[in-house]
């Protein structure tokens, strides 16, 4: 009746949580490499932000000539320029109207500049690299193990969420995207996320009840785990905006913030930088969130006589779903733009993660045999 | 909506103005300019203050439909409505776990009450929440329809025409050449229609436009999402529901009667049940056979035919947990299966008073399961009418010598048959309905064995228990499987996932597609060359709009060449001069209604900031 394949192979297993205990130790590593980073990067005393607030806009980027014979020109909201340098290129000048701050610089990430802070900010990353690579062997080792998609329960959920959060941050890296400043709240939560695994939510590897057994597992689940990954770099973005954003204003009204505050400021990307990049991310992942939630509602169609009940964790995907849209939308409604939106997409994040933990532990859906 | 887009006709005057001063302010002009330049890129609403009407009823009637259909208003309904979702995740529903919502009000006896005056019990049905998801669907209708309209009519406008200053849009490049002004406009018009931009030539400029599809997408998002509603307020208005046990052999057509139990929608009538039945003709459960999780199953198949209509040809399939059986509107799920011992119970005269199978019900993973016979026409020794009851266990693995009657697995490897009889008034013929899996032993006596204990027996298949006194017999022949089926009956489910398709689509094409419009502007210079100026402009900041109009430039040079490289460009110098008139600010506080919202970072096609 049963066919052998499909037995969880306990051998597998057993190496699939040494694998995971390993990435853990590893990403302890980086997480103190990012911290030296952090506090070598404070020997710089670097305040662009405050000497951008108040410079002459004439001094400020002025275009390059052009090698190509045109230069293209790039405006600000101040009015001041700034360059799009584009090798080879006709050189543009872009103007634009970011709001009385005007674009200002951003900083020059966690090691400020010092080159000891930088050195063990790429230490950092190489163990994360490192880290990454451990953990991700650890998912599709458990996945071989039980010879289907590892993400059937909530110990495996999470270990496959860390996993997409740092592949995520590494695929930024790669795309040469300034992403470094992320690194370690990033790892911070990938600890957090790892050690809630396997000490709380840990289950042994085993097979699934029928109603798991189907590809919309493959496509429903992985999805709403890379959805949640990116939404949490968003999330991310996000919060430091909120801090970024308050120095700024602070600064703004001519006052004069802490030394530590100013120091760790200084060195994150602007404000508007950062809720540029919030915003991109949850408008990119709204689209497959909502992708997500099509699939669920496919397959609850097909498993469960229905295609939406109310059951619990729908309740929480529509209420996650409705947050970003309302995020969206404010982001096009005038008086909404800014800390406003900002502090609608931690509340959706908030819901996202809510679907997830509150969910699964509290209440008591068609969605619980997901097994804490 | 706001109307300020369309005063592009003003323009009109500019090159006659070229030179002499105001009547307007240069910048004035500049940033109304700007505004013009902007106008039309988006259907959004306008924002508008909230000033109270002075003009009777119609007015305020005005006033609070466009207060319901402005962005503003939408967006607190869709926040009130995700937070109205959230009581019925935490408070049991009567539509998810009736069972549940009775337990809650017994052991709440002061807040069922207020619950229930609140609908707490029935949040996704409520008047409360119906009310903010009507007025939500009609603030989508009441802000789609004009915009729908608003859209239509920039689709048949031309782009507007190039603004006097280029070098005050969002991204501009300039550079001088040989060529003639009218050659490098026809070379530029040629370039920008063979990148399916819009064009037209005015003024000695090119105005271009490319990028509709984002509005197109918006729009196609907000309809797809009303069809959802739509399909999903029909789904549930003639839904029906309803349940069936059938034994392996046995049949169902699909009428009202042959149901168990059935609920349906309010609009439903039972002429809207699609025609067809199904025949149950085996059933096959797999378990895991050792490790872990012994028992656990892992696959069950039903084994049905079907036929549509009545009287249609019979055909085979499987349905399965995932794989419900389609037929028209219908849907056919597999939702349990147990066991159903077949016997056969001879009266006291020796006839046949009861043949065939009786399913019993799971009680647990292992199939342990609990069912009663029930014989109505009965007779006994004597000849006098009596009934027969038999309430018990079957146990698909029994474990002898172990002293429990649970069973090992779920796979019938050593079946037996737990039963006690009874004899005397079963109460099936009038009064309340009864349980068909529960005997109601109220009127009836235990038969008792020699020693006057229970007449009890444990049974294998063949095995007979003889009933005292001649009383008669029941005989355990075997054993079949039974499946219970959900047969569901939804209409627009077609409509429901179109909908969510279409609106995924739109919804990227909102969200990833760029509206943008591009000027090329050739005169000649008073050093006798051609000075070309191009910028861009989008409806909201973007990255990659430099980048276009750099590449664009670069595809110029071919019917453009540069001549020399400008020291920087021209212009910068004066934009440096009048560095605080931002236009983009002037707008924001001097128009509220400017439906431009030049200022929105809505691109995020790449997936990190700069
Ligand atoms: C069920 C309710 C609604 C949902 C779920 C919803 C969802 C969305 C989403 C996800 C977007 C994002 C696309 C983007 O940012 O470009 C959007 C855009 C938009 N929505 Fe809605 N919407 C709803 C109701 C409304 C209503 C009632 C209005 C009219 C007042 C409206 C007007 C708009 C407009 C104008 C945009 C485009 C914003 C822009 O131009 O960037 N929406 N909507």
Redesign the interface.
């Known amino acids: 009746?049963?066919f052998l394949a499909?037995?969880?192979n306990e051998q597998i297993a057993q190496i699939s949580n040494y694998l995971i205990y390993s990435a853990m130790a590893v990403y302890t590593l980086a997480f103190f490499a990012y911290i030296a980073e952090w506090t070598f990067g404070s020997r710089s005393k670097v305040a662009r932000t405050a000497a951008a607030l108040t410079a002459d806009?004439?001094a400020k980027d002025?275009?390059v000539?052009?090698?190509?014979?045109?230069?293209?020109?790039?405006?600000d909201?101040?009015?001041?320029?700034a360059v799009?340098e584009?090798p080879a290129?006709?050189?543009?000048?872009?103007?634009?109207?970011?709001?009385?701050r005007g674009d200002l610089p951003?900083g020059p990430g966690a090691a400020g500049g010092d080159q000891q802070g930088d050195m063990y900010g790429r230490i950092a990353i190489s163990l994360t690299v490192l880290a990454f690579a451990l953990h991700a062997a650890g998912v599709l080792t458990r996945s071989l193990s039980v010879q289907r998609a590892p993400w059937a329960n909530m110990y495996e959920f999470s270990t496959a969420f860390s996993m997409v959060i740092v592949a995520g941050y590494l695929?930024?890296l790669i795309?040469k995207?300034?992403?470094r400043w992320i690194g370690l709240p990033l790892v911070t939560t990938v600890l957090l996320d790892l050690g809630l695994a396997v000490t709380v939510l840990y289950t042994?590897s085993?097979?699934?009840?029928?109603?798991l057994?189907?590809y919309?597992l493959w496509i429903h689940v992985s999805l709403a785990i890379i959805c949640g990954a990116l939404f949490y770099l968003g999330f991310v973005?996000s919060v430091l905006y909120l801090f970024r954003d308050s120095y700024e204003t602070h600064l703004m009204n001519g006052r004069t913030p802490g030394k530590v505050r100013t120091s760790i400021m200084e060195r994150l990307?602007s404000a508007s930088?950062?809720?540029?990049?919030a915003?991109?991310?949850?408008?990119?992942v709204?689209?497959f969130w909502?992708?997500t939630i099509?699939a669920g509602?496919?397959?609850a169609?097909?498993?469960?006589?229905?295609?939406?009940?109310?059951?619990?964790k729908e309740?929480?995907s529509?209420?996650t779903w409705?947050?970003f849209?309302?995020y969206?939308?404010?982001?096009?409604?005038?008086?909404?733009?800014g800390r406003k939106a900002a502090y609608l997409a931690l509340f959706a994040f908030a819901?996202f993660l809510f679907n997830y933990y509150g969910?699964n532990i509290l209440?008591n859906?068609k969605h619980s045999y997901a097994g804490v | 909506m706001s109307t300020t887009g369309s005063d592009v006709g003003t323009g009109e005057t500019d090159t006659a103005r070229e030179g002499q001063e105001p009547p307007e302010s240069r910048e004035s002009r500049d940033s109304r300019e700007t505004r013009e330049a902007t106008s039309q890129l988006s259907t959004a609403p306008a924002e508008e203050r909230l000033n109270v009407p002075s003009l009777g009823v119609l007015g305020w009637l005005r006033w609070f439909w466009r207060q319901l259909t402005s962005m503003r208003v939408a967006l607190i309904l869709l926040f009130l409505l995700s937070l109205g979702a959230i009581p019925g995740s935490v408070i049991p529903q009567t539509s998810v776990d009736a069972v549940k919502v009775d337990r809650f009000r017994e052991q709440h006896e002061t807040l069922a009450p207020i619950y229930d005056k609140l609908q707490l019990f029935d949040v996704y049905t409520s008047v409360w929440f119906s009310a903010i998801y009507i007025l939500l669907f009609i603030s989508l209708v009441g802000c789609i329809v004009p915009r729908t309209w608003q859209f239509v009519g920039q689709l048949r406008a031309r782009p507007p025409r190039a603004p006097r200053r280029l070098d005050r849009m969002p991204a501009y490049t300039t550079w001088r050449t040989r060529a003639e002004p009218e050659k490098v406009l026809e070379a530029a018009r040629g370039l920008l229609d063979g990148k399916r931009f819009r064009t037209q030539v005015k003024d000695g400029a090119v105005s271009s436009e490319k990028g509709y599809l984002r509005e197109a997408g918006n729009l196609l998002f907000h309809i797809a999402l009303i069809v959802m509603l739509l399909a999903f307020a029909a789904g549930q208005l003639w839904k029906s529901d309803g349940g069936k046990l059938i034994v392996q052999g046995d049949g169902f057509s699909n009428t009202l009667t042959q149901y168990d139990d059935f609920k349906s929608g309010s609009l439903f009538t039972p002429d809207d049940l699609d025609s067809f039945g199904f025949r149950l003709k085996d059933f096959d459960a797999d378990y895991e056979e050792d490790g872990p999780n012994k028992g656990t199953a892992t696959d069950f198949s039903a084994y049905v035919s079907y036929w549509k209509g009545s009287g249609g040809k019979e055909k085979d399939t499987t349905i399965k947990v995932n794989e419900p059986l389609h037929v028209g509107n219908t849907k056919v799920f597999l939702i349990a299966h147990a066991y159903a011992p077949v016997v056969t119970v001879k009266d006291g005269k020796g006839n046949v008073a009861y043949k065939g199978p009786v399913p019993f019900l799971q009680q647990d993973a292992n199939l342990t399961s609990s069912g009663v016979v029930k014989v109505t026409d009965y007779v006994d020794a004597k000849g006098r009418k009596d009934q027969l009851g038999f309430q018990g266990f079957f146990v698909p693995d029994f474990a002898p010598g172990t002293g429990t009657m649970f069973s090992r697995s779920p796979n019938p490897n050593n079946p037996s048959l737990f039963l006690t009889a009874y004899h005397g008034n079963l109460g099936v013929d009038g009064g309340p309905a009864q349980n068909v899996y529960q005997l109601n032993t109220e009127n009836m006596k235990k038969f008792k064995g020699k020693d006057g204990s229970p007449f009890a027996k444990r049974l294998e298949p063949g095995n007979t228990m003889t009933l005292p006194n001649g009383a008669g017999s029941l005989k355990f022949d075997g054993i079949k499987q039974w499946a219970n089926f959900q047969i569901v009956h939804q209409v627009g489910n077609g409509w429901a996932l179109g909908g969510a398709l279409t609106a995924i689509v739109g919804l990227a094409g909102s969200l990833f597609i760029q509206r943008r419009r591009v000027w090329v502007r050739a005169v000649t210079g008073s050093d006798g060359r051609t000075v070309v100026e191009m910028a861009g402009l989008g409806r909201s900041e973007s990255a990659h709009l430099p980048g276009e109009i750099g590449s664009l430039a670069l595809a110029m040079q071919e019917a453009a060449p540069a001549e020399t490289a400008p020291e920087r460009p021209a212009p910068t110098d004066e934009t440096a001069t009048d560095a605080d008139e931002a236009p983009a600010e002037d707008s924001a506080t001097d128009h509220p209604d400017d439906p431009a919202e030049p200022a929105d970072p809505a691109e995020p096609a790449e997936g990190a900031g700069t």
């Open positions: 009746m049963t499909a037995e969880p806009d004439k002025a275009p000539p052009a090698q190509a014979g045109v230069a293209v020109q790039v405006k909201g101040s009015g001041g320029t799009l584009k290129a006709p050189k543009v000048v872009t103007r634009s109207a970011a709001g009385k951003d695929g930024f795309a995207k300034n992403v042994d085993s097979q699934l009840v029928p109603a057994h189907s919309w973005g990307p930088s950062l809720d540029k990049f915003y991109r991310i949850n408008a990119a709204f689209p909502t992708f099509v509602a496919i397959w169609g097909d498993a469960w006589g229905r295609y939406w009940g109310w059951d619990p309740v929480w529509f209420i409705v947050a849209a309302a969206l939308h404010a982001r096009a409604t005038a008086g909404w733009k819901c969910v209440f859906g």
